[in-house]
């Protein structure tokens, strides 16, 4: 990955860390990726506008959660990307699928509002005990402590391996 990521990173421009990601994202496809467009879709994120194109061009994305949690991965990586994209991309993704103003805004608001579910459930189902007796047999068998410290561990070298949460190099 190292190789193809210096690769991309001289052929198109894209600093290291942006390389870097994208390689691990979309392959050897992420300079295609980028030629579909290499502007950040918000300040200070890393999600290029060109993603969103691919998502719907290539992938067959048809709603901004779907790009935001899925193609791009960025709610997961970089929870305050996915505020800061949701709008932009929800307005490209307009754009491209003939959206009117109020299915743009609910595209926008359904992937900010999407964290919100996803905590409400997994509270409600914790309070219930459902939530851990669901699992698999490997979270059963742990503690409810160590399970919850194993999935934050793995979700952090998740995030490193993607590119998101690494220092800038000076």
Not at 35 to 54: F, Q, S
Not at 70 to 83: C, E, H, I, Q, S
Not at 95 to 108: C, Y
Request: net charge negative; proline share 2%; glycine share 6%.
């Amino acid at each position: 990955l190292d190789a193809l990521a210096q690769r991309v990173e001289r052929t198109t421009g894209v600093d290291a860390r942006s390389a870097m990601r994208l390689v691990r994202l979309y392959g050897t496809e992420a300079e295609a990726v980028i030629a579909r467009g290499r502007e950040p879709l918000a300040a200070g994120t890393a999600v290029l506008d060109g993603e969103v194109d691919w998502a719907i061009d290539v992938e067959g994305a048809l709603d901004a959660l779907d790009v935001v949690y899925r193609r791009t991965r960025a709610a997961l990586y970089d929870p305050d990307a996915r505020a800061a994209i949701a709008l932009p991309v929800a307005q490209r993704m307009a754009a491209r699928l003939g959206w009117s103003a109020d299915q743009t805004r609910e595209q926008a608001r359904a992937v900010v509002d999407q964290e919100h579910n996803i905590t409400a459930d997994i509270d409600s189902r914790d309070a219930q005990g459902a939530f851990w007796d669901d699992s698999a047999d490997l979270t059963r068998n742990m503690s409810e402590f160590e399970s919850r410290k194993r999935y934050h561990r793995i979700l952090e070298e998740c995030m490193q391996a993607r590119g998101y949460g690494e220092e800038e190099p000076e």
